[in-house]
């Protein structure tokens, strides 16, 4: 095969290879979700507690989750006591850390890395729980006050477009 020939091909394999870059990439976004009104009432599973289930799309990839909340906390509980916990609470935020005092209406913000893949369902659950003390037996611990909102980064499953340009890269492959 000429030189020529084979920088053609090679040409048309790095244009195939960037489509499906773009495809795969091009739908990365942010998904707001308010939670203005979640309580926590205890520890983490507590039959009490706020849980929130929020459709983010089948087998998409979380990135990141970042937080913007306003939170009182009631009777002697501290809000760094107060954390978020994602997906069975296989990851948890601490929102308010070394805030080791009772607070009304503390606006707290920060974010961190993920890496959760939902399954097919889709869905992402979200349980606000208190760690280490549950201050206020049977009684609301703290409550995420108007305004307080989470962002939700996350990168869906692979769409259509991509795999129809890695299927050209096979093709492509192929026909050599």
Request: net charge negative; aromatic share 6%; glycine share 10%.
């Amino acid at each position: 095969m000429s030189l020529k020939k084979e920088r053609i091909k090679m040409k048309k394999t790095i244009a195939l290879a960037a489509l499906a870059a773009v495809a795969g990439s091009a739908m990365a976004t942010d998904l707001v979700v308010d939670v203005s009104g979640m309580e926590s009432w205890g520890f983490q599973g507590d039959a009490a507690n706020s849980i929130l289930n929020v459709f983010v799309g089948s087998s998409a990839t979380i990135t990141n989750i970042a937080w913007d909340v306003n939170l009182t906390t009631l009777g002697i509980s501290w809000a760094e006591e107060n954390h978020m916990g994602f997906f069975g609470n296989s990851e948890a935020v601490q929102v308010a850390p070394g805030d080791a005092t009772t607070v009304v209406n503390m606006n707290y913000a920060g974010s961190q890395g993920s890496a959760i893949v939902l399954g097919a369902d889709g869905m992402l659950d979200i349980e606000t729980y208190e760690v280490d003390w549950d201050d206020n037996a049977a009684a609301i611990d703290s409550l995420y006050e108007s305004g307080s909102t989470i962002t939700i980064s996350y990168v869906p499953a692979p769409s259509a477009l991509a795999v129809l340009g890695l299927g050209g890269l096979v093709a492509g492959r192929r026909r050599r």
